[in-house]
């Protein structure tokens, strides 16, 4: 399927031996195009921001560990399809990675709520992202998962901003515990643009 139709079909999916066999290429291929799509904030926090090529190799590389054919094809879809940004939207994978276990734990258990704390400003206008609602992400004791799923909803003047020339995008995070602002490349901002039809 196109790229254009926003989610990934059955069709989509490579048979696991023609993955096998071009597997090398196609992770080189993915890992230059992620390239400007990660961007990191402060010490721990790296944006990953999706699209139809990196969740598509997602569920290729899973399929390939898990070798659990259609089954499990079904469950990677449910799981990724919805972080398939719709043309009017920026989806992202916000993770916060710390290596030691201790600090992590630490840090996470000081901000929660912190995924309803994340904005993404287009010359100065702010827009606040809107966690994926498949599980909570912060637990009752308030403590935040290591991984958040968002999504910026932009209209159409928003989106015509994002795309001008010269436009300032920044990203930013406005916890109490957590607090910075980043400005996006124009490499970012470039393959970025690429997620609105």
Same mark, same amino acid.
């Given at each position: 399927m196109p790229r254009e139709e926003k989610k990934i079909l059955k069709e989509d999916i490579m048979p696991l031996d023609v993955y096998i066999q071009n597997r090398k290429e196609l992770r080189k291929n993915i890992v230059s195009f992620k390239k400007d799509r990660r961007i990191a904030l402060?010490?721990?926090?790296?944006?990953?921001?999706?699209?139809?090529?990196?969740?598509?190799?997602?569920?290729?590389?899973?399929?390939?560990?898990?070798k659990g054919g259609d089954e499990q094809l079904k469950d990677e879809?449910?799981?990724?399809?919805?972080?398939?940004?719709?043309?009017?939207?920026?989806?992202?994978?916000?993770?916060?990675?710390i290596d030691n276990p201790v600090s992590r734990s630490a840090f996470l258990s000081k901000v929660g709520g912190i995924e309803k704390k994340v904005f993404i400003k287009i010359d100065g206008h702010s827009v /606040?992202?809107?966690?994926?609602?498949? #599980?909570?992400?912060?637990?009752? +004791?308030? =403590?935040?998962? %290591?991984?958040?799923?968002?999504?910026?909803?932009?209209?159409?003047?928003?989106?015509? /901003?994002?795309?001008?020339?010269?436009? #300032?995008?920044?990203?930013?995070? +406005?916890? =109490?515990?957590? %607090?910075?602002?980043?400005k996006l490349s124009t490499e970012n901002i470039s393959s970025l643009s690429a997620d609105f039809s």
């Open positions: 402060g010490p721990y926090a790296t944006f990953y921001f999706e699209s139809y090529e990196t969740m598509l190799a997602q569920v290729q590389e899973m399929l390939y560990i898990e879809l449910t799981a990724y399809n919805p972080l398939i940004p719709n043309g009017k939207e920026l989806t992202a994978t916000l993770m916060f990675e /606040k992202a809107i966690p994926e609602e498949d #599980v909570d992400r912060t637990s009752s +004791d308030g =403590k935040a998962s %290591s991984v958040q799923f968002i999504h910026f909803k932009l209209n159409d003047e928003q989106i015509q /901003k994002f795309k001008s020339d010269g436009v #300032v995008v920044e990203i930013g995070i +406005d916890h =109490k515990e957590y %607090s910075h602002m980043t």
